[in-house]
């Protein structure tokens, strides 16, 4: 994917990008603050097997602070050859700003440009905040999956047209 500026609908200035593997120390302090699953271990593994999924929201730091990474979305290809979420997080000080919903977007059009026709997810029965956005962006309830977290958390499988 080719990088982009945007301003979220929130109107935060944040570039959106390919991850590349520098970022991977922002990408796991980030998801330790998310009660995700993942390690870095696992997440380049993961972008080894298809890297154009993997990407990273960047803010537009002031004058000569650096550019920071505040949110990556990971996207894999089911056996099916259907598109997955297999990981997104926004970073909590930037959380409700529209960057989940920038980084859904931009993974959307990663995978219909290779003319996937769905993508899948699944989240965990207590995380509202994401199903509500999942669901603003078409995704359906399609599944339940009892204990699927390491912690014994059950998981509900969503599902989108793209
Ligand atoms: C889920 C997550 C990625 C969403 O990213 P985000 O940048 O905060 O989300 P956005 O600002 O794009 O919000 C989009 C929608 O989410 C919902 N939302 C966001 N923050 C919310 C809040 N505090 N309370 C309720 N709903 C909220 C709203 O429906 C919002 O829609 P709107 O834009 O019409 O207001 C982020 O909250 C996060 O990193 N959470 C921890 C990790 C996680 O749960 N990952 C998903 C695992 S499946």
């Given at each position: 994917m080719r990088a982009f500026r945007i301003r979220t609908t929130k109107g935060l200035a944040i570039k959106i990008r390919n991850f590349g593997v520098p970022d991977i120390r922002r990408v796991v302090e980030i998801e330790e603050n998310s009660?995700?699953?993942?390690d870095a271990g696992l997440y380049l593994e993961v972008y080894e097997e298809w890297q154009e999924g993997f990407l990273v929201a960047e803010r537009e730091k002031e004058g000569k602070e650096k550019e920071e990474v505040i949110g990556f979305i990971v996207l894999v290809l089911t056996p099916e050859g259907e598109g997955r979420v297999f990981a997104i997080a926004v970073d909590s000080r930037y959380r409700g700003k529209g960057v989940g919903r920038a980084l859904l977007k931009a993974g959307f059009s990663v995978l219909r440009k290779r003319k996937i026709g769905f993508v899948e997810l699944e989240v965990r029965v207590s995380n509202v905040v994401a199903q509500r956005l999942y669901s603003s962006l078409?995704?359906?309830?399609?599944g339940f999956v009892p204990l699927?977290?390491?912690?014994?958390e059950s998981a509900i499988f969503m599902r989108k047209v793209l």
């Open positions: 009660s995700l699953d993942g078409g995704f359906l309830e399609v699927y977290y390491k912690d014994g």
